[in-house]
């Protein structure tokens, strides 16, 4: 039935046209360009690996060096848009259109690209939402991925840093699509088949490691004191309470400061085994001490973070390893499991409005989602019961049936009322707003919206929104924490005082914690030394965070 | 793991603030504080660029006793304005000095400095010079000035000259020292000559570690406050005096260190020069392996 069969003979046509520049699947790394305009086709939608971890940072610049004139209109359908050669693509008039999900160190150039025409934007999203639609309406017919190393037939190690790989070949794949591998070498036997074979059409032999980015490495030694009062806050105040057992940490360096309180804090006020036991989380350095002290069943991981290997190979009992010993890791699964699994989400963020919408945009610079919307939502789909979820599901609803009340995921924001360079959390009005109106965007970049949000801590204290009864409370239990910005300065004291008084407010005396006693020597690691010794030796980081 | 307990016991000295350093090194509560913070004897130069001052500018100087014996010292604060001289901050540093000389009582400075203050650079160049002068005249008078070299701020541009006149440098493995930094390096020379984000690469170029192997440091001692005390006890002790033969024998010490290392293109180039058994492991090694390690190292003389 030819009439149906119309995708598979199209794909037929891109093999064969490949084939004229490969050793059997094998594409030498000469043949590229040639290889990659015989393959694409005007107007695909192409998937290019890369997140804000790994990259496939060689088929990435093969694919900018494509002459527009001859491939063009690509719609580029991929996580994130992180090496210059991403926007480049787009600079040269390769591709058109453009769905993603984070862009990082390329937020400010893709936002004077958005501004001067230069990319259509289809939408900004979350990882999982990326991934859903890879499925649905936005199947790649390209895909451009990386691994470790392919044996002749295609069979794929992605090694520690398999993260988006599986997905993107899964959807593409089974929909008729081509698979391009870039990997490091050209094996006999892969250590292990992360990708089968025959989902795989051709692999090119790079010679060198595809890109890795030390992104969840936060150096102790950055920590301040001001961090460290809002981590006891936040352990004292919201682990301990709720007995959160199973949760997700941001990469800012107040969740960092938690990890590192775990083990000498967390100790003393006897929350060992009781909280922290289950992550859906990267192999954080940070969290090196608290593994070692005995906090933590188990990890879960979206991807691995760069000198933490030999580290994770080391400890199998608490992470995802395959039969060679590596960490096994998945994007997709592990962002189900935070959203679906995980009590907590906490994490830093930007912006926060008088309602708690949250946003980590500023005007000039869109720096996308990533996973942290979809950690960072109470998951309406979610039945199973667990402690936490019940509690706070009861503080947002005391009145109301408990066997049909929905329980509430725990979603905190945590920062200093001043961030860098002096920039007050809270504001009356979110830069997103701005942008989205000068992008003429159907929707404002929210990380977290509000009626997600349930705690908020600043080192003034914890505001608990699930247990606000109108807007007018909630309003003023935000002031109540921000400080001296002008949106704290703005507070109504009574009302403040009142909602102190109902628990809503909680300052760091209510709490019995002396704000003087948030010094950096209670951090189990000051330096990223001291975490490499705290791992045996096995925790290897990259030179550039070295101060040895 | 003791990693979580470790850090209740000793104070780091890399860490500490600039008055947590001196309450750690002098016998307990012998400091006595010279123009203090209440005080407010404060930059007048700050205000014009809108800046924040600080009530003692950034330096902490006084007398105490170290084992019992009578000192000076002056702490820098590496976490105000990185440390840096200026015009009031280098005053109360040249005062000490001068009075050292005065009353022949030996000084301890504790650098953390990046330099000299850009907003006023002027003051604070002719700061250093005069800090200078005033330790060549304390050491020619037959008292020792001792830096210690391990703050966050590394000793860096005119604190590392300073520096180089001290009778005796004292420095952590954390603890830089150079003129210039590393961003200037790489804004003047290019990314390839020096990449001041790799940060192994500034460690083991200006550490603490490699000053000591080429004798720009006289001891090597863990990042902690008891042994920076102890190393302090130790230096005092040393010959005093100053004149043309110390200078003398320290010229032919660096014409004899350039002919050795000058081609040399990486400090591991250097230690392999010196005969270190695995010198890629130099900057891995825990203090006492270090020394044990460091026995070929080049000599450091009274004057650098």
């Known amino acids: 039935m030819s009439d149906w069969g119309m995708q598979k003979a199209a794909l037929g046509e891109r093999l064969a046209a490949g084939q004229r520049h490969a050793n059997g699947k094998v594409v030498p790394i000469p043949s590229l360009p040639a290889f990659l305009k015989s393959v694409i086709r005007s107007g695909d939608r192409v998937c290019l690996e890369g997140d804000n971890q790994k990259q496939a940072d ?11 004139a001859e491939i063009s209109d690509l719609h580029m ?8 050669s991403h926007l480049d693509i787009f600079e040269k008039g390769i591709a058109r259109r453009l769905d993603f999900s984070y862009s990082g160190p390329q937020s400010a150039r893709i936002a004077r690209m958005l501004f001067g025409g230069k990319i259509e934007l289809g939408a900004v999203h979350t990882y999982l939402e990326l991934f859903a639609r890879y499925f649905i309406d936005l199947t790649p017919n390209v895909a451009l991925i990386a691994a470790v190393s392919a044996d002749k037939d295609g069979n794929l190690y992605t090694g520690p840093n398999t993260e988006d790989t599986p997905t ?18 050209i094996v006999d036997k892969v250590p292990r088949v992360d990708i089968p074979g025959d989902l795989v059409h051709f692999v090119v032999e790079a010679g060198r490691p595809f890109y890795v980015e030390p992104l969840f490495t936060r150096d102790p030694a950055a920590i301040t004191e001001t961090q460290i009062l809002t981590a006891m806050l936040a352990i004292k105040g919201i682990y301990a309470p709720y007995g959160v057992r199973r949760l ?36 954080h350095p940070t969290l090196i001490p608290a593994i070692e002290a005995g906090w933590v069943e188990q990890i879960h991981s979206f991807g691995s973070e760069v000198g933490m290997e030999d580290y994770v190979a080391a400890r199998p009992d608490v992470f995802f390893t395959g039969p060679d010993g590596s960490l096994r890791s998945n994007r997709a699964f592990c962002q189900t499991a935070g959203l679906y699994a995980c009590d907590m989400f906490i994490g830093s963020t930007l912006q926060i409005d008088l309602e708690g919408h949250s946003s980590t945009v500023t005007t000039s610079r869109i720096a996308g989602f990533g996973g942290a919307p979809n950690m960072g939502s109470d998951p309406r789909g979610r039945r199973h019961p667990s402690e936490p979820w019940l509690k706070a599901g009861a503080e947002a609803a005391p009145g109301s049936d408990a066997a049909l009340r929905r329980g509430r995921k725990l979603v905190v924001q945590i920062g200093e009322t001043f961030g860098e360079r002096n920039a007050p959390l809270f504001v009356e009005r979110l830069d997103a707003l701005e942008l989205a109106s000068a992008l003429k965007l159907d929707l404002a970049p929210v990380m977290v919206y509000s009626d997600d949000v349930t705690h908020i801590v600043t080192e003034e204290g914890i505001a608990n929104l699930l247990m606000c ?3 007018d409370e909630r309003e003023q239990a935000i002031r109540g924490v921000a400080g001296y910005t ?24 209510d709490l019995g914690i002396d704000p003087l006693d948030a010094d950096r020597r209670l951090l189990a690691a000051r330096s990223i030394k001291d975490l490499m010794l705290a791992s045996g030796g096995l925790y290897r980081p990259p030179s550039r965070f070295r101060n040895w | ?61 006084g007398r105490g006793r170290l084992d019992s014996s009578p000192v000076f010292v002056a702490a820098q604060e590496g976490r105000f304005m990185g440390g840096a001289f200026g015009e009031v901050h280098g005053a109360k540093l040249t005062g000490l000095l001068r009075a050292a000389r005065t009353l022949r009582q030996d000084v301890l400075i504790l650098f953390d400095t990046g330099g000299v203050r850009l907003q006023e650079a002027n003051a604070g160049e002719l700061a250093i010079a005069e800090i200078m002068r005033a330790i060549v005249e304390a050491r020619r008078a037959g008292v020792n000035v001792i830096g210690v070299i391990g703050g966050r701020a590394g000793c860096y541009g005119g604190g590392s000259l300073i520096a180089g006149t001290c009778s005796r440098l004292i420095v952590s493995e954390q603890g830089r020292i150079s003129v210039s930094g590393p961003e200037v390096i790489e804004t003047n020379k290019g990314i390839e000559e020096f990449d001041s984000r790799d940060r ?12 000591y192997l080429i004798g720009g440091a006289d001891a090597f001692v863990d990042d902690e406050a008891q042994a920076v005390r102890q190393a302090a006890i130790d230096a005092l002790e040393v010959t005093r005096g100053y004149g043309v033969a110390n200078l003398e024998a320290e010229q032919s010490r660096l014409e004899r260190r350039l002919q050795r290392f000058g081609a040399a293109r990486d400090a591991v180039d250097v230690w392999q020069a010196l005969g270190i058994d695995k010198p890629t492991d130099i900057p891995a090694l825990p203090t006492d392996a270090f020394l044990a390690a460091a026995n070929n190292r080049e000599n450091a003389d009274d004057a650098r």
């Open chain 1, 248 to 283: 997700n940490h941001g990469i800012g360096f107040n969740t960092a400061a938690i990890e590192l309180l775990l083990p000498t804090y967390g100790e003393k006020l006897g929350l060992k085994g009781k909280v922290c036991t289950h992550f859906a989380l990267n192999p």
């Open chain 2, 1 to 61: 793991m003791t990693a979580a307990t470790a850090n209740t016991d000793s104070l780091s000295w890399y860490e500490a603030s600039a008055r947590q350093r001196i309450d750690a090194l002098v016998d307990p509560g012998s400091f006595v504080e010279f123009i203090g913070p209440e005080q407010r004897e404060m930059s007048p130069h700050l205000a014009i660029f809108d800046l924040p001052e600080q009530f003692d500018d950034g330096i902490v100087i």
């Open chain 1, 168 to 185: 993107v070949v899964e959807a593409t794949s089974y929909k008729n699509g081509l698979v391009v591998a870039q990997v490091t070498e």
């Open chain 1, 58 to 68: 060689i088929l990435a610049s093969s694919l900018a060096n494509l002459d527009p």
């Open chain 2, 200 to 211: 192994a690469l500034v460690w083991r170029t200006m550490g603490g570690k490699h000053r």
């Open chain 1, 486 to 509: 002008d949106i704290g300065r703005a507070r109504d004291p009574k009302l403040v005082e009142k909602l102190r008084a109902r628990g809503v407010i909680r300052r760091p005396e």
């Open chain 1, 469 to 471: 009864r109108d807007k």
């Open chain 1, 77 to 84: 359908v991929q996580s994130g848009i992180v090496l210059p």
